[in-house]
């Protein structure tokens, strides 16, 4: 059986200052003096499957606590100054908003990046974190297509922290159609300088699927290019992964005339209570329970605890229904292949049905046994629990991974993996108003032969070089722009990886692209719909369509190993005016 289901720059001084930091920065990491202090260290060493350093994390009981479901975000009246297109005092934004006055906001949302503290597992003690409203994971948007939003992000962190992390941040709305002004730039972090006067950041999502300059897909955008399940996170220069590793990251969800967030209407998929965001995110903590980070580590880190909405495998009861599981892996560095596992016989196989690769609906569903998440990827998935009424079934990832460069690529055995999360199915049978599985969704918008013949065909090598991580042989610079596509443009972007010792999951800003080939082949049907992330394994090559529409402004691609994009795997590209 096969592994797989088998406007304007902004300000000069600000770019500057931003670069300079990061050198600062790296030089210090080079001379190894940056360390942890206070409620949050550093750990020289994390590598093993199954178990960090010989520290390792003080021993937790598996499947004790319940799974925590994050809260919905709920929208504020009003917000005082009222945002307008241009910066206001006080804000960190320096470009206007694109699309202010054709998508004005019709929802205000007002969120707090503040410290917290958080228990993962209740044999530990509190921690501190950092997160949206000061918890993790920051609450769950419920946003839909036609409804425009502003979302005003506060700056709450301590400037006067102790531990991993920077309190300068930047959120990105991962895979979102957003302008390159509310995207989440990483040099867009504010406060500039550590206590400086930037209290707050506007930023304007229009919520339309991409085309809708085009005349025929006026004024809401192209139906086949929807989004389901996205995710915000922290993204500041340099300091992503220790930022997402302390908490600052979430989910964001988007809901159409189809995919309506009801189980009676549209494509009828289960909603409301039945349909379960899922944040994974493993950890490593000293022993005294409190969270820590590699800070000399530039391959990436593995924990040996796992979580799930922030806490260590946890249980969750269901009713005998289907349900809607919408799994993301948030990293910083693991790589997942999920299986659902009868623990009384882990030998028998629980199909289950995929639905979605990143945020998009896949033209069919697929059944299948098993999914793989690279850093960053998602997938939603329907598993029907109407046949285990009364038993339980474990989420187990059987993925073989050594260290922090990637997996082995080796499928452990069935029970020898990580068990992730316990589903109890011993709710009260509840009656089901989905539909069944098979599904069938949006047709994806393929390019026909004369756009591929008539796409720019560019190059990026993702490659290590002079002790950092690389893109066509340079480190990431703020001010430099590699790519610059033009507005209404279609291209061709090939990533290569030719080490046999990393694996890169590659992330585009911006833009969904779908996959060509992948090594010269047609790509497996999983990778067939719309995508933000390429797997990038060993020795490979992939080719990616994209088009560049609607907005102008600049963007990034990177690696989503944050380790990778932090030391320093990321590249600046922008959309030029038609």
Known sequence: MSNEEKQDAPAESVETNAGKDALRRRDILKIGLIAGAGSAGYLISNKGFGRAA?????????????????????????????????????????????????????????????????????????????????????????????????????????????????????????????????????????????????????????????????????????????????????????????????????????????????????????????????LFADKIFDKRGRLVFDLFNQDGILGDKFTVNGKIQPHFKVHPRRYRLRWLNAGPSRFYQLFLTNPADPSIIIPFTRISSDGNLLPQSLTVTNLRLAVAQRADVIVDFSQHAGKSIILENRLEQLDGRGPTDEILPAGQGHAILRFDVQLPDVGDGSQAPPYTFYDVPRPSKEELAAARVRYFRLERGNGQWQINGEFFDGDKTMADPVEGTSEIWVLQNNSGGWQHPAHIHFEEFQMLSRNGQAPPPHERGRMDVADVRHNEEIRLFLRFRDFVGHHVMHCHNTLHEDHSMMLRWEILPA
């Not at 930037?198 to 999502?205: C, M, R, S, T, V």
Request: hydrophobic letters at 30%; one cysteine or more.
């Open 54 to 278: 010989s520290t390792g994390s003080p021993r937790t009981r598996p499947f004790v606590d319940p799974l925590p479901i994050p809260p919905i975000k709920t929208p504020v009246p009003y917000l005082y100054p009222a945002p307008q297109e241009y910066p206001l005092p006080g804000e960190g934004r320096r470009r206007s908003h694109q699309a202010f006055k054709r998508f004005p906001p019709q929802k205000y949302y007002e969120i707090h990046q503040r410290a917290g503290k958080h228990r993962f597992h209740s044999d530990l003690p509190l921690t501190d974190i950092w997160g949206f409203d000061g918890i993790v994971p920051g609450p769950t948007y419920h946003a839909r297509y036609g409804e425009p939003i502003l979302v005003r992000n506060f700056n709450d962190l301590p400037q006067n922290h102790t531990g991993f992390g920077i309190p300068q941040v930047t959120t990105h709305l991962h895979n979102a159609h957003t302008p390159s002004e509310s995207d989440g730039f990483p040099t867009d972090f504010f406060p500039f300088q550590v206590g400086g006067s930037e209290l707050f950041y506007d930023q304007h999502y229009p919520n339309v699927c991409a085309g809708f300059s085009k005349q025929q897909y006026a004024p809401y955008g192209d139906i086949r290019e929807s989004l389901s399940t996205l995710w915000y996170h922290d993204h500041r220069v340099d300091f992503t992964s220790q930022n997402v590793y302390r908490g600052l990251a979430g989910f964001y969800l988007l809901f159409n005339g189809y995919d309506t967030g009801n189980e009676a209407t549209g494509f009828r998929l289960p909603s409301g209570k039945f349909d379960v965001p899922m």
